[in-house]
């Protein structure tokens, strides 16, 4: 099983600012099965990126993924006061799915 | 409009069974594969299931494998999960998701306690 370490565990930021998000696997990921989630607070969570580069429906431009084999990173261009929130990143591999820990991004 | 709508929650004892529901509209259900997820409080995202778009393959978490059976019924639209055995680690919020690589969409969730 691919296990997926985030990291940080939170990152505390102010509006405006550049948020990086790191998400590292135990092994080779392929990246068509890399994706991530935003979950508000109360809310249920909703796919941002898959396949590590691509945007969801709906989703603004300022969110973008990259990475490739075991090194992947979110990054959030200009925080909104919106984007204050947990993200995952998942991945399929070998009939499983598993997700990363999650990262707290919050006001700083 | 893409909307699923789990049900079927609630407080159950150890040891005892539960089926979740999920409703699903606004897309050709019988086109995707779907998935159980499940978040236990304050904690992180946890794949529990997901069924194949035809109903004929299915695939399992360990954690679960052996005591949950996830089927679905393509003539009403509708996901299900039978929970047995359960215990006070299945305790969640339980989500059904569309698509099959991916969460594409997600529902509002479901809790499930399992405490005597």
């Known amino acids: 099983e691919i296990v997926l370490t985030q990291s940080p565990g939170t990152l505390s930021l102010s509006p405006g600012e550049r948020a990086t998000l790191s998400c590292r696997a135990s092994?080779?990921?392929?990246?068509?099965?890399l994706s991530w989630y935003q979950q508000r607070p109360g809310q249920a969570p909703r796919l941002l990126i898959y396949?590590?580069?691509n945007r969801a429906t709906g989703i603004p431009d300022r969110f973008s993924g990259s990475g490739s084999g075991t090194d992947f990173t979110l990054t959030i261009s200009r925080l909104e006061p919106e984007d204050f929130a947990v993200y995952y990143c998942?991945?399929?591999?070998?009939?499983?799915?598993?997700f990363g820990q999650g990262t707290k991004v919050e006001i700083k | 409009e893409v909307q699923l709508l789990e049900s079927g929650g609630g407080l159950i004892q150890p040891g005892g069974s539960l089926r979740l529901s999920c409703a699903a509209s606004?897309?050709?259900?019988?086109?995707?594969?779907m998935k159980w997820v499940r978040q236990a409080p304050g904690k992180g995202l946890e794949w529990v299931s997901t069924?194949?778009?035809?109903?004929?393959?299915?695939y399992y978490a360990g954690s679960v494998k052996g005591r949950f059976t996830i089927f679905r019924d393509n003539s009403k639209n509708t996901l299900y999960l039978q929970m047995n055995s359960l215990r006070a680690e299945d305790t969640a919020v339980y989500y059904c998701?569309?698509?099959?690589?991916?969460?594409?969409?997600w529902g509002l969730g479901t809790l499930v306690t399992v405490s005597s």
């Open positions: 606004g897309f050709t259900f019988s086109n995707y594969a």
């Open positions: 069924l194949s778009a035809s109903g004929g393959t299915t």
């Open positions: 396949g590590t580069s």
């Open positions: 998701a569309k698509d099959f690589y991916f969460f594409d969409f």
């Open positions: 998942q991945q399929y591999g070998s009939s499983l799915w598993t």
């Open positions: 092994q080779s990921v392929d990246s068509d099965y």
